[in-house]
């Protein structure tokens, strides 16, 4: 009877390019994000009242006008907090949900006005007079050193071998400095929560958060109750990017507080212009190093100090910037190192977790170290990236003392090479530079190696909650958030996969600590590692008590009893999986069980600076060719093409829309997306209007994507998968190379470039006058 | 004159007519669909016309001819939606049913992440997709450059436009199908009647015609002028201003214009940029790039050049090339009418020649003759939708001999209006065409101009790009390989 039966799959298992489970709904407007949720009777509105000074004592403050204003319900302040006033993630202490008695940034929340309608406690809030005493301020990663301004948390040290016998043996010393912007999100869904009070000092909050387990104990902390009376929940994000990993907390922490007050349901949803100036971003970073290397380019010693722009409290500054110097290597042995960071106070918004987590920053100063060496030697950066890369006896230890064990870059880069044509291309552009004058091109291919798991080990947990109900259908509930990244469809493409149902027997539910306790934040691009570990861990409890039940049912051995497409094989019999269910209903067998999964092998020892932080390596390439025009500055990328390893793939489909999507986020940052302070401290880059992400006409004119579809990994990651959110970001930094190519063709290629970034046309253009003068002179 | 009047804005709504007694001055058209009408799927991304996240579609008469257009619901003021159809994504596909052939394409190619977004990149696509159904890369990325997405990088969303016709058939398109009642039901709803909404705060006005509107604005010289709303409405939805009382010129089909002479071309001063656009790149193809860098789509459709020019922004983008050419501006008041150079209209920062009760009529830009060489240059941080940092227009005429007989130049982000750079023009007049009088040139702007440092370029800068572009100007009457990025090459992969 088995060669009767078709050979099939489930529908949407692993390794499939199942589409994303919630792309009918994007696409006819019926996904629900938080502000379509129905409000029920009687739901009041809450609007931030912003700082507009960047460092203030707060004399006075009048609310009269607040209170005369139509539909004005009440004003909160740090007053009617019942709790602590305090939503530091770090547990510092310095992150007040409202300021009192000083201000330390343009936009930091004083007061929220809640009122019958958005509107309404917008206009209202827009009516305080606050009396404010202007202390001195400081935006600027230097200025901030030169003013002595504290660090927000300890630096970290990296250190190994010995810097100065390898600066003493190199034959080649460079030193420079360079400074790297920071980022908005500009995630497409603004900050909002939801709050719902319920009975006694319970309260349920709908939070776009990445982190429904930290705002929900940031909740409790501001209301005074214990966590087991907060419920936080969130089926999907409008993009989160590391947004929304800690700066959801202040407003749902802000909706909670009035919902308590006043006994209603509360929503709190700031304007666009309020989101960017109240809630963290990217840090910018500046960077001053030295480097030793003798006259291949091979590199003898590397120094460096990374300073950050943390604004006024410490958030994530710690391990961001701890992760800039985990990546400031990239892909290459640094024989004798010493890394610092020094995460600096300022007078502007709290800085905070971006895609890449201070990582991107790291690996744009290492490479701006490789392009140093490049130009002072007349070389290819390429030359030098390949002399450098890991590999070889005695050449795996990074500066944490962690031996990279999974390298590929090698084929990687070979394979790049090979399909972008990059020799010939790179020959043709010199030809092609040498006969224009106004039109320069510039080409580069840049490789990324990231570190995956939280540095911080007890982040790197993970729960799932699956059951089975009596029809065979499944729902599946994780401690992870959906926010674009396809997490939900992945972790039911794993539990498809191991009970061996089509994907549509499925039902992902919104993420809630009510269900999964205790989460990490679905951050680190961990999602699928995690979450999809813990899911097929819940699976598995599952089917072995069904597997138990089967083979005593029906009198066969454990091993007789498989998971075979929509159906169950015991013995020589197969039944419906949900025939299976319903029997072992009726036996009183157990369809629920809670999934749990922690990373092996990762410890960390910070004030060592060694350890092995990280489980593995993702690693990709990207090669970017760009035509800048040295009249104006503006550019443009003709052409990129990315290789680029997500190990063994859950979901291609998926896989290439992150490498896609990452890439041109990260060229954004790097060239059109510019964070401007005035004298006053404040933002004025705080809208689309004025703060420039990539459009669709900015992508590279051609664009070769390509997953390294025969990389696994070498850990036991969930189906030999890696993870893929972070590190294709990082692939963008060939198109800031690629400008700095065409910029130094100005000078022959022989004077380092040197272009800060972002690469604004305005950059673009200085440093190509700066090059010609330098030549000139 | 007899006026009647009537106190009520009537619409289409997807299947639905709708008619409001009470609308606010400031009411948006998003707010309207997402609080008072429960229609969720179209989202608030930045409230200012730049994300696109809110874009629905606008149907409307224009001689007589049932036109849809994309627009950001988030500026557009529910007033102004009188005797028009407005088409939200919650029409494309039915309950249960099957997704439209655009929304098909984009599951079908993953062209969703978060989905925050989508809903206005489809309802971009559906307007793409009924004004050309096999778009090329670039109409395609035109159609899209109102329209942010933060996740996908835009490679699958390129990919799904490109297969919309392989997907779905544009004749069994609803509003294809329903063209003809549609027209006919929005015809109903114009009855000639001037629209009077509101009290004395509140008060909103639609009149019935250019003579009706000179009469109310006469009547009410403070009144809010509004056209396209892609400026007035960031003053309401940024700045929170109250702008009642509020006269909306949509019903003014004489304000919708567009006149052909012999020697050059008028444009009325409700002419959106869309529909300038043929005549504009028919008769001056040197403006096709530029006006196809105005905003994004959405704001084309709404924003008007007579808005533009009255708003009197230094950085706006059409008055450098309008002055360049040697536009005038009409103004009206009442019934007199008076004409000016438009340069001559902006007085300083903030400040035009607009007295009260006058307004903005038309203005006419003179052919080129063929002796002429004109263009025009827009330098932004971003190439699409963006605003300028310096945008400088070019117009020389040379002699027999090569010398420069006439000359002007007028620069947008230099100074606190759109400006003329007297000196420089003066430096070139009779001086031969070559490199020693692009030089003398330079040496002359310091004496027009002192820019501002701000968040889009430093003052540094814009001289020094001000400059080049005179350099680049010369160049390209010189040669044209190479002195120019080439952006009309795009592969979809």
Known sequence: MNVMQPVVRVRGAVHDKERHESGHKHVSGTAEYIDDIPEPAGTLHGYLGLSQRAHAEILSVDFEAVHDSPGVVGVLTAQDIPGENDISPAHKHDDPVFATGKVEFHGQPIFAVIATSREAARRAAAKVKIDYRDLPHVTDVLEAAAANYPLVIDPLKLERGDIDAGFARAKNIVSGEMRIGGQDHFYLEGQISFAIPGEDDEVTVFSSTQHPSETQLMVAHVLGVPSNAVTVNVRRMGGGFGGKETQANLFAAVAAVAARKYRRAVKVRPDRDDDMAATGKRHDFHVDYKIGFDDDGRIEAVEAVFAARCGFSADLSGPVTDRALFHADNCYFYPNVRLRSRPLKTNTVSNTAFRGFGGPQGMVGGERMIEDVAYALGKDPLEIRKLNFYGGEGRNLTPYHQTVEDNIIGRIIEELETSSDYAARRKAIIA???????????????????????????????????????????????????????????????????????????????????????????AASSGSDLNGMAAANACQQIKERLVRFAAERYGVSQADVAFEPNTVRIGAERIPFADLIKAAYAARVQLSAAGFYKTPK???????????????????????????????????????????????????????????????????????????????????????????????????????????????????????????????????????????????????????????????????????????????? | MTIEFRNTIRFLLNDRSVELADVSPVQTLLDFLRIDRNLRGTKEGCAEGDCGACTVLVGRLLDGKLRYESVNACIRFVASLDGCHVVTVEALAQP????????????????????????????????????????????????????????????????????????????????????????????????????????????????????????????????????????????????????????????????????????????????????????????????????????????????????????????????????????????????????????????????????????????RIPFLDETHRFAVYKISKRFDEDISAVCGAFRVKLDGDGRVADVAIAFGGMAGTPKRARNVEAALKGAQWNDAAVEAGFAAFERDFAPLTDWRASSEYRMLVARNLLRRFHLETQETRHVRIDRTVAVAM
Not at chain 2, 169 to 180: A, F, H, Q, T, Y
Not at chain 2, 182 to 194: C, F, M, P, V, W
Not at chain 2, 300 to 318: E, F, K, Q, W
Not at chain 2, 342 to 350: D, I, Q
Request: aromatic share 8%.
């Open chain 1, 432 to 522: 092609f530079n040498r006969e224009n004058h106004v039109i320069k091109r510039g080409i580069a291919l840049t490789p990324v190696k990231f570190g995956i798991s939280f540095t911080k080990t007890e982040y790197n947990q993970a729960g799932a909650l699956i059951h089975v109900y009596t029809d065979g259908s499944i729902q599946l509930n994780h401690g992870g958030t959906e926010m674009g990244q396809g997490l939900y469809t992945k972790v039911a493409q794993v539990v498809a996969d191991e009970f061996q149902v089509d994907l549509d027997h499925i039902k992902v539910t919104a993420t809630s600590t009510g269900k999964v306790p205790n989460t990490s934040a679905t």
């Open chain 2, 96 to 363: 249960n049913g099957p997704l439209h052939p655009v929304q098909q394409a984009m599951v079908d190619t993953h062209a969703s992440q978060c989905g925050f977004c989508t809903p206005g990149f489809v309802m971009s696509l559906y307007g793409l997709w009924m004004a050309n159904a096999k778009p090329s890369i670039q109409q395609i990325e035109k159609a899209l450059q109102g329209n942010l997405c933060r996740c996908t990088g835009y490679a699958a969303i390129i990919r799904a436009a490109e297969a919309i016709a392989s997907v779905g058939e544009l004749g069994k398109d609803p509003l294809i199908v329903e063209r003809e009642q549609i027209t006919r039901q929005l015809k109903a709803l114009q009855d000639g009647r001037r629209v009077e909404i509101g009290g004395e705060d509140e008060r909103v006005v639609l009149p019935a015609s250019l003579d009706d509107f000179a009469a109310v604005l006469q009547a009410n010289p403070k009144a809010t002028i509004v056209a396209g709303s892609t400026d007035v409405g960031l003053w309401v939805t940024k700045f929170m201003r109250n702008i009642a009382p509020v006269v909306h010129l949509s019903h003014l089909e004489e304000l919708r214009r567009i006149s052909v002479g012999v020697d050059g071309i008028t444009l009325a001063a409700g002419v959106s940029y869309t529909e300038a656009y043929p005549a504009i790149v028919r008769h001056f193809p040197q403006l096709r790039e530029l006006w196809d860098r105005i905003g994004g789509e959405q704001v084309r459709n709404m924003g008007t050049v007579g808005g533009n020019i009255a708003n009197g922004s230094p950085i706006g983008d059409t008055p450098p090339a309008l002055i360049a050419l040697g536009a005038s501006v009409t103004l009206r008041k009442g019934t007199n009418r008076r004409t000016l150079p438009l340069e001559a209209f902006f007085l300083e920062y903030g400040k035009q020649d607009r007295e009260s009760g006058e307004f903005v009529e038309s203005v």
């Open chain 1, 602 to 777: 990762i410890h960390w020892s910070r004030a060592e600076g060694r350890g092995r932080p990280f489980y593995y390596f993702a690693y990709g390439a990207s090669c970017s060719e760009v035509s800048v025009d040295t009249l104006t500055g503006e550019y443009q990328v003709e052409r990129t093409d990315i290789i680029h390893d997500v190990g063994k793939s859950l979901n291609p489909a998926l896989d290439l829309g992150q490498v896609e999507g990452a890439f041109v986020q990260g060229m954004g940052w790097l060239t059109t997306e510019e964070l401007w302070w005035d004298a006053k401290g404040r933002l004025r880059t705080h809208a689309p209007s004025t703060y420039k992400i990539p459009l669709a006409s900015d992508r590279p004119r051609v664009f070769n994507v390509h997953l390294a579809d025969w990389s696994v990994n070498r850990e036991e990651t969930i189906r030999r998968s890696k993870a893929v959110g972070e590190p294709p970001f990082m692939l963008g930094i060939s198109v800031l190379e690629a400008i700095s190519m065409a910029a130094a063709s100005v000078a022959d290629y022989r004077i380092p470039p040197r272009i800060d970034a972002p690469a604004t046309p305005e950059r673009v253009l200085m440093a190509v006058e700066r090059l010609r003068a330098a030549r000139a002179g």
